[in-house]
C-alpha cells in the first residue's frame, strides 16, 4: 500500500510553527475476525491489521516537551513532559500516547520532545482499535525521533501497560500484537499465553473481509468489560479448586464445563463455556482457511457470534440483526459482531464478487430497520506500525 503523506505533513505545518525534520508514521486499525473476550483469558485470537488507520506526523523537540493534536480533536493540544513524573490526566484522549512515554521512559529509552499530530480514519468507539494504533503508533513516533527501535512484541506489551494504567481499560494483548506485528495479506493466530504467532494467508482473490460499523458507540471502561473479566476469574477459581494447574480459562475443556453446570452460578457457567468454545472455534477457524474450507469457517464466525450474544451477553440489538441480514445476503459465508461488544462493528467473510451487493444491501436493510446509516467497508490485511518517511 501507498500513502500519500503531504496532506498530514500540511496541516502539520499549520498546527505547530518550527522548523525540522517531520516524520510520518502509520499504525493499521485491526478487525477480529474470530476468538472473541479470549485474549485475557490465555487463549487464542484472530485478527489482522486493515486499511484504515491512524497516521501520525511529528517533529523532535529539544526542551522535553511532548504536544499532541488531533484532527479529531480540533483545537485542543494536550502537553506533558517527559522530564516530569507522568501519570492520567485530562484531556483523557492523550493519556494512550503519555502511557507508551512513560513506559519507554522505564524501558530506558532516551526519549526527545515531541510536537506530534494524530489522524484517525478509524471511528472512535467502533471496536476496531483505534486506541492500540495510537499507543503503537506514539511508540514509533517516539522512537523515531529518538534514533532508537525496538522489537514489536516488546512495543507491544509496554502499549498495553499504557492502556491498563493510562487509560484504565483492562486490555489483552490481542490489539497492541496485531497493530505492531501485522503482516501484509495475512491474518495472525495469536496464542496470548506464550505470545506465539502463525500468520495464515487471506486471498483477497477469494476472500474480502467486510466491517461493518453499526454507528451505535461504546465506552470499555464503563465496566462491562471489567465485570466480565471478574467472572472469568471466578471460573478459574472455581476450577483451580479441583485442578491446581489450572491457571486461566484457557486450561479448561468443554467437558468440564459441563460437569460443572450444576455447581456453578448460571452467569459464571455461560461466561466459561463462551471462552473455551471460542478458544476452540480460533484455532479450528485457522486450519479451515488454510484449506481453504470457507463455508465451514463461516459457520464457526456465526457460533462465535450466537455465543457472545448469548453467554457472553456483549452483543446488542443492532449488532444481531446485522449479522443475521449479512447472513441472508448471497456470497457471504459468515459474519459475527467483532471487538469488546455493547455497540461497534460486524466483520463478514464475503466473496469479491459479492461486496458491492452486500454492502448495497446490508446499508438499505440497517436504515430501514433503525434509521441509521450505517458505515461499510472491505479491506484486506495490511502491515503493521511502520515509519512512513
Same mark, same amino acid.
Given at each position: 500500500m501507498s500513502f500519500d503523506t503531504q496532506p498530514i505533513k500540511t496541516r502539520f505545518a499549520k498546527t505547530f510553527a518550527g522548523e525540522g525534520k517531520v516524520h510520518v508514521i502509520r499504525a493499521p486499525g485491526r478487525v477480529n475476525l474470530i476468538g472473541e473476550h479470549t485474549d485475557?483469558? #490465555?487463549?487464542? !485470537?484472530?485478527?489482522?491489521?486493515?486499511?484504515?488507520?491512524?497516521?501520525?506526523?511529528?517533529?523532535?523537540?529539544? =526542551?522535553?516537551? !511532548?504536544?499532541?493534536? $488531533?484532527?479529531?480533536? /480540533?483545537? #485542543?493540544?494536550?502537553?506533558? $513532559?517527559? *522530564?516530569?513524573?507522568?501519570?492520567?490526566? *485530562?484531556?483523557r484522549w492523550a493519556n494512550y500516547s503519555k502511557g507508551v512515554a512513560a513506559g519507554l521512559i522505564a524501558a530506558g529509552i532516551p526519549l526527545v520532545g515531541m510536537d506530534a499530530l494524530l489522524d484517525n480514519t478509524l471511528p472512535v468507539g467502533g471496536g476496531l482499535s483505534s486506541s492500540a494504533a495510537i499507543e503503537v503508533g506514539t511508540a514509533q513516533a517516539l522512537l523515531a525521533l529518538a534514533g532508537e527501535k525496538m522489537d514489536p512484541m516488546r512495543i507491544a506489551l509496554i502499549a498495553q501497560k499504557a492502556e491498563h494504567e493510562f487509560a484504565n481499560v483492562p486490555c489483552?494483548?490481542? #490489539? /497492541?500484537?496485531?497493530?505492531? %506485528?501485522? /503482516?501484509?495479506?495475512?491474518?495472525?493466530?495469536? #496464542?496470548?499465553?506464550?505470545?506465539?504467532?502463525?500468520?495464515?494467508?487471506?486471498?483477497?482473490?477469494?476472500? &474480502?473481509?467486510?466491517?461493518?460499523?453499526?454507528?451505535? %458507540?461504546?465506552?470499555?471502561?464503563?465496566?462491562?468489560?471489567?465485570?466480565?473479566?471478574? /467472572?472469568?476469574?471466578?471460573?478459574?477459581?472455581?476450577?483451580? @479448586?479441583?485442578?491446581?494447574?489450572?491457571? +486461566?480459562?484457557? =486450561?479448561?475443556?468443554?467437558?468440564?464445563? *459441563? +460437569?460443572? %453446570?450444576?455447581?456453578?452460578?448460571?452467569?459464571?457457567?455461560?461466561?466459561? &463455556?463462551?471462552?473455551?468454545?471460542? *478458544? +476452540?472455534?480460533?484455532?479450528?477457524?485457522?486450519?479451515?482457511?488454510? @484449506?481453504?474450507?470457507? =463455508?465451514?469457517?463461516? @459457520?464457526?464466525?456465526?457460533?462465535?457470534?450466537?455465543?457472545?450474544?448469548? =453467554?457472553?451477553?456483549? $452483543?446488542?440489538?443492532e449488532l444481531d440483526f446485522l449479522v443475521e441480514t449479512a447472513m441472508g445476503i448471497k456470497g457471504v459465508y459468515g459474519s459475527r459482531m467483532t471487538g469488546g461488544g455493547f455497540g461497534g462493528c460486524t466483520v463478514s467473510l464475503v466473496q469479491p464478487r459479492a461486496v458491492a451487493p452486500f454492502t448495497a444491501e446490508i446499508l438499505k436493510a440497517y436504515q430501514g430497520k433503525y434509521h441509521i446509516n450505517a458505515g461499510v467497508f472491505a479491506t484486506t490485511a495490511t502491515d503493521g506500525a511502520s515509519v512512513l518517511e
Open positions: 485475557y483469558n #490465555d487463549g487464542f !485470537v484472530f485478527p489482522m491489521a486493515i486499511e484504515p488507520h491512524v497516521i501520525i506526523a511529528c517533529r523532535a523537540r529539544t =526542551d522535553g516537551k !511532548v504536544r499532541l493534536a $488531533s484532527t479529531y480533536k /480540533q483545537g #485542543d493540544i494536550a502537553e506533558f $513532559s517527559i *522530564n516530569e513524573h507522568l501519570s492520567p490526566g *485530562n484531556p489483552g494483548i490481542m #490489539d /497492541q500484537t496485531i497493530v505492531a %506485528k501485522g /503482516q501484509v495479506g495475512n491474518a495472525m493466530l495469536l #496464542d496470548c499465553r506464550d505470545l506465539s504467532t502463525t500468520f495464515i494467508p487471506i486471498d483477497p482473490n477469494e476472500l &474480502r473481509v467486510v466491517v461493518v460499523n453499526s454507528m451505535v %458507540k461504546h465506552e470499555l471502561s464503563g465496566g462491562e468489560y471489567r465485570e466480565r473479566r471478574e /467472572q472469568c476469574e471466578a471460573g478459574v477459581a472455581h476450577f483451580r @479448586k479441583a485442578d491446581a494447574n489450572v491457571k +486461566a480459562l484457557r =486450561d479448561v475443556s468443554m467437558q468440564q464445563v *459441563n +460437569a460443572a %453446570k450444576a455447581t456453578l452460578p448460571d452467569v459464571i457457567f455461560r461466561r466459561c &463455556r463462551h471462552v473455551v468454545g471460542e *478458544n +476452540a472455534r480460533a484455532t479450528a477457524f485457522a486450519d479451515l482457511l488454510v @484449506k481453504k474450507q470457507y =463455508d465451514e469457517a463461516g @459457520k464457526l464466525m456465526v457460533e462465535s457470534h450466537n455465543s457472545l450474544r448469548d =453467554d457472553y451477553e456483549v $452483543s446488542v440489538k
